[in-house]
């Protein structure tokens, strides 16, 4: 997938703004405050109906505009044509076309067109509590897979309305008709059960891509993996310490990558029901549900240790990035389909070693084209290998323009501008592709 | 904008309670009535307190109806061994649209959302088991089709109907094929709701 081509109007600091993009890398550079991240906020917008930053539209609305409106086009790998417009109105909501056929719900856009977003807080998925590696999960099942996306709305809608019951009842001190809690309950393990199933056989599937993108970011010994085990008996990922081949023998764990015993989804039911039950105590005492998809716990380890506990700052930022990259081979593998890619000041405290081997990845075949922010372009160009490389310039009050050649500090554009506009520089580096070193 | 009248802001007020009006829609809604003919208007007032003062509800099914038992229900040419459940009369109305079905029907009038407040008490889901073990001679209950919307509350309704009509030995079954989950019954085409209807499961 590429974008080629996004219009912001009344978006953050944006009044009216387009933006062409190149095939391979594009450099968005200006100062804090700019607006380049707002151009990746706005891509994100067409892409998954919201920002990477807010579930708040209103947020994203620039002051004084009373609605905003986000147009892309792109291109898939196939060379199939797809044009989404977001337009938000407080009031009145917000609207998708795609195509220029309105989309029924927001939902349905999801997985048109998949979408990687760096960010320099990436390193919270493991620093941070598990809802942080529970988001970075179900971001990812939700564009590869329509079905989970859409039990996960309703066991979400389900969990609601059961925590609400329990609530009830504690309140009134009275217990509610048993046979009501136990509807409520049957329905909420019918959306959870896929969801385990879901998450179980997408990280047995994804440790294979999150060996090789570490390895490529980090160039260590390092083994990074992931677990989890969201029941008693119910696993998949390697045991802590253990070799991968030690596992594979031990009983329920769906264990190694490769051919592992599948778990049947009755069988999941049934130990959700199980542990619900064991929970019953304590759901009453709290008033809400305790056990379940939505306090799913997802172990990131390195060489067996979890990162959360034992992570220097350096490996937080190395997973981080590796679980992005992971992110991307996994949907581009499932999907059929490049990533669109968006990297938001990824580079701007990052070591050279690193800077070096992300530039090399995202240069390479692997990767198609990219979208990078950066306070200044030197950054990224000191570290750029020659090729392919758009250069765009974003002034404060929104404008994005072609680059001029000393870099955003000496530019004839200081900064008062009210309204703007984005233009580029091919700062294309001349050289025909064949002579690009890796 | 504000109109210069406290009535018209008064009729502004009341059109904007109804569902999916916002407050625009409500103020050009007020400023046609304001240039319909008085008859008219009288009309419309007379037709909206004639609904609330006449229409009732069936004593057997709970459809809406003008009369003590509503037509379908009084019908000689409807199987009433067949009971089909659904949340509100616009349902009925979506399913007699399809000409698929000869049964009677049994309005619940929702479904259980406790975020809504709404527990089986306050359905008429009593009424249908009453309904159902009714020893009627004539004609003795034997299917009840669930046709409750598919989404999350619709679901856990059914199941917990279906739970307390297990013990009476009736055929229960479910709309399922068809209608997309999370879509509505009322607005579902009359032929993919005629597909659903004839490809019920047993819930
Ligand atoms: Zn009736």
Redesign the pocket.
Known sequence: MQIDKVTLAGFRAHAASTVDFSADMNLLVGPNGAGKTNVLEAIHVACLSRSFLTHNDRHVLRRGSDHYAVEARFTSDRGKQIRVRVAFQPGAGKRVFVNGAPVERLTDLVGRVPVVVFAPDDQRITAEGPDERRRFLDSMLCQSSSTYLENLVNYRRTLKQRNELLLTQRRRGVPVDADVLASWTAELIRHAAPLVEARLAFVAGFNRHLETAYGRIARVAERPSIRYEPLPGIRAGEGSGGDAADDTGSEAGVGDDAAHPHIALSDIADALGAALERSGRAERQRGSTQTGPHRDELDMLLDGHLVRHYGSQGQHRTFGMALKLAQYDYLRERLGERPVLLLDDVFDNLDPGRIEAFLNILQSDAVGQSITTAARREIVHAHLPDGPCRTLQVVPGGQVEEAMDDGWGNGTRSGEQENGQITANDADHGEPETDRHD | MQFTSESVEDLVEQFSKLPSIGRKTARRLASFVLKMPKTEVEELARALVAVKERVRF?T??F?V?DHE??P??ASSRRNRSVICVVEEPNDVMALERTDGFDG??HVLGGVISPLDGIGPEDLRIRELVARVSEPDAEWPVSEVILAVNPNVEGDTTAFYVSKLLAPLGVNVSRLARGIPMGGDLEYTDEATLARALEGRVSA
């Open positions: 069936c057997v099914c459809n109806t038992v509503c379908i229900c009677v029907y």
